[in-house]
């Protein structure tokens, strides 16, 4: 489909819409806390994420609403000569405009500025109990080259 679809950085009155499309799946149901009012937790970090230059927390804004969300870490390291790392995490789109090729597109810009910023890949999580999340990156180009592994902290 061929909306127009703009993609810029998160602003701080964003951080309610985001935290919204977080909530609005069942493992995010699970995570988040959208409540009104937001807790000031979401807004504190959103300022970190803010002030940190290696990361950019992004919406996509069709006319005036933000419908998605995503975003991206550029992490430097020694290995591959010094390279830069892109990684792209809490993808989502406003269940209202899933399925009309929006997802397609956050990722195809996503992958230019992770080349725009001289990245050598672009990296992804994503939850084994997500099988159609799965078989959507799988169709543009990511394989499941790794075993990735996570140790949970209690709060």
Do not use: C
């Not at 996509?60 to 609403?65: A, S, T, Y």
């Not at 792209?88 to 500025?113: L, S």
């Not at 169709?139 to 790794?146: D, N, T």
């Amino acid at each position: 489909m061929n909306q127009a679809i703009t993609f810029r950085q998160a602003v701080l009155t964003d951080v309610p819409h985001i935290v919204a499309m977080l909530a609005d799946d069942p493992l995010g149901q699970e995570r988040e806390q959208f409540a009104d009012p937001l807790p000031q937790l979401y807004f504190d970090a959103f300022e970190h994420i803010e002030r940190d230059t290696n990361q950019e927390l992004m919406v996509v804004v069709q006319d005036i609403h933000v419908i998605g969300t995503f975003q991206m870490s550029f992490i430097p390291y020694l290995t591959y000569r010094g390279g830069i790392r892109a990684q792209i995490e809490a993808v989502r789109i406003h269940k209202d405009f899933r399925g009309q090729g929006i997802g397609e597109r956050v990722f195809r810009w996503a992958i230019e500025r992770a080349q725009a910023r001289g990245a050598h890949l672009l990296q992804l999580t994503t939850d084994k109990k997500r099988p159609d999340a799965i078989r959507f990156y799988e169709k543009l180009g990511f394989k499941a080259s790794h075993e990735g592994m996570k140790l949970h902290f209690k709060k």
